[in-house]
């Protein structure tokens, strides 16, 4: 009997030992730094545990921890523009547990994530319907703020403090892509050609103006020398009158036609890329000449004359 009663004491302390470790490992744990600890007494809450060792009473309480970091949940919302563009809108969410508020974030919610794309898809509704697909794109920054804004004054009841609500692209289908892309290259072909009509326009006012201002330098050039000429032609009459008594208006103008017609012969002589012309040059010639231009400004101002209707 006394054999065989070993065992049994062996066995006896085997289990009390077994019992012991299982009870120290349930009495024992260790919450991390980035973690803090919910801890029930008999299925209720008891108290909150930070970063370190602690106890509990075995087979009483129980430990959960909850996760302090900031977390990121990602959810793509789909809904229609004012003006009828269905689109794709990613948005990003970070989030963050309130360190006063660690009870409520573990019991209020079962599912953060979906409640806050619940609330996500919420706010976007709320406002890309109001906007066309040009003002979505433009206020993209504006509806994240607002997605924070309202995201966090519902989350923050529940012990989560929302940090960023990113709008992180707009996508509309792919053929309104097309069509936009179609747009947009159609405006800057019609901008190009209206600045290359203005351009033109530019031009041709500049080469006019320049023109005309070309002609009327010409014109005063012309009347310029056509003054010089006068004003020659008259000194050399009254130098003529001077060395030729008793010579006449007819004497001096023949001479003067008649010294003209030689130049311009010469004139025409001496050009190289002269046509071919045919003209008198015998003296007789000339002073047929002379009479016929006499004959043409007598009958010029006889017929100016006769044009003017007399005094009454």
Request: glycine share 6%.
């Amino acid at each position: 009997m006394e054999g065989s009663g070993f065992p049994i004491v062996a066995i006896l302390l085997l289990v009390v030992l077994i019992v012991v470790i299982i009870t120290v490992a349930k009495t024992l744990y260790t919450v991390r730094t980035s973690q803090a600890g919910v801890v029930e007494r008999m299925g209720k809450f008891n108290r909150v545990a930070r970063p370190g060792l602690h106890f509990l009473i075995p087979y009483a309480e129980r430990v959960f921890f909850v996760n302090l970091q900031v977390q990121q949940a990602s959810f793509s919302v789909e809904t229609k523009t004012r003006d009828n563009v269905f689109v794709q809108i990613p948005v990003s969410v970070q989030y963050q547990v309130l360190d006063d508020k660690i009870s409520d974030a573990f019991y209020r919610l079962s599912y953060p994530q979906k409640q806050i794309e619940s609330f996500v898809f919420n706010s976007i509704l709320g406002h890309v319907p109001k906007l066309t697909l040009d003002e979505t794109f433009e206020q993209m920054s504006g509806i994240s703020i607002a997605v924070k804004v309202e995201l966090d004054q519902t989350m923050r009841e529940f012990g989560f403090n929302i940090l960023t609500a990113l709008v992180t692209d707009i996508v509309p289908d792919a053929k309104v892509k097309i069509a936009m892309n179609d747009i947009n290259a159609a405006q800057r072909s019609q901008v190009a050609a209206m600045a290359r009509g203005e351009a033109d326009k530019i031009l041709k006012v500049k080469q006019a103006e320049a023109e005309a201002e070309s002609k009327a330098l010409q014109g005063k050039g012309i009347a310029a020398e056509r003054q010089a000429i006068i004003d020659g032609l008259r000194s050399s009459i009254e130098h003529f009158r001077e060395s030729v008594p008793g010579a006449t208006a007819e004497d001096v103008m023949a001479l003067v036609l008649l010294t003209q017609y030689f130049d311009t012969l010469k004139d025409i002589g001496i050009r190289s890329n002269t046509n071919t012309l045919f003209l008198p040059n015998n003296p007789g010639a000339a002073n047929d000449f002379l009479q016929q231009i006499l004959a043409g400004l007598r009958g010029g101002t006889h017929r100016a004359s006769a044009s003017v209707p007399p005094a009454q």
